[in-house]
Nanobody, 118 residues
Framework: QVQLVETGGGSVQAGESLTLSCGASGRTWNVMLMRWFRQSPGREREFVAQIPYRGSETRYVDSVKGRFTIYKDNAKNTFYLQMNNLQPEDTAIYYC???????????WGQGTQVTVSA
């Protein structure tokens, strides 16, 4: 029903910024939440940020508060993660996610690599 594609990853030095995009296609009328996760090899996938499809109440993992901003453009079916002051600990594959209302069905993108060097 929903297909997600992440773009915007890359390699940067500590202190620099990147903005990730997650474009959605298909039927998104039942989407409740848009979320970003990240995962490094050998580590558990970690929640990063979320924003509701309707409304703008955001939530972030403590380690990115004040540095990352999640925002959306529903007209474009696109969500974003602006990442400022990136640190090596932010190195991971970043995945976007949509969760549906009622059914709790989730959709995932294939991920985009973010690499931050000291």
């Amino acid at each position: 029903q929903v297909q997600l594609v992440e773009t915007g990853g890359g390699s940067v030095q500590a202190g620099e910024s990147l903005t990730l995009s997650c474009g959605a296609s298909g039927r998104t009328w039942n989407v409740m939440l848009m979320r970003w996760f990240r995962q490094s090899p050998g580590r558990e996938r970690e929640f990063v940020a979320q924003i509701p499809y309707r409304g703008s109440e955001t939530r972030y993992v403590d380690s990115v508060k004040g540095r990352f901003t999640i925002y959306k453009d529903n007209a474009k079916n696109t969500f974003y993660l602006q990442m400022n002051n990136l640190q090596p600990e932010d190195t991971a594959i970043y995945y976007c996610n949509m969760q549906e209302r009622q059914t709790s069905i989730e959709y995932w993108g294939q991920g985009t690599q973010v690499t931050v060097s000291a």
